[in-house]
């Protein structure tokens, strides 16, 4: 099971910290990653982390803007969003992955607006 949190309502410029905890599994050997949605349009991918080497991917969108951070101890997984711009607006969603099973979570409001 994942749980989005800290979404909201932030200016353009603003930062937004985005955290998705866990439970019910092993965090460390998934994959792990975030997706953004908006009205009428598909879920499109943000940001990713691997499980055993920590390699991180970024859509080029955000690549200088966004950062994936994860803690298998604590079981969560971040992502720190600066610099936000209007376009950031959407449902972002967390993404866990090992082999073929993968988890959703529900998905948390982002809204960059003056």
């Known amino acids: 099971r994942l749980v989005e949190s800290g979404g909201g309502l932030v200016k353009p410029g603003g930062s937004l910290k985005l955290v998705c905890t866990t439970s019910?599994?092993?965090?460390?050997?998934?994959?792990l990653a975030w997706y953004r949605q908006t009205p009428g349009r598909e879920r499109e991918f943000v940001a990713s982390i691997a499980s055993v080497t920590g390699y991180r991917r970024y859509a080029s969108s955000v690549s200088d803007r966004f950062k994936i951070s994860r803690s298998n101890l604590q079981g969560t997984f971040d992502l720190q969003m600066d610099d936000l711009k209007p376009e950031d607006t959407a449902v972002y969603y967390c993404h866990a992955q090992f082999r073929t099973t993968e988890s959703w979570g529900r998905g948390t409001q982002v809204t960059v607006s003056s």
């Open positions: 019910g599994f092993g965090l460390s050997r998934y994959d």
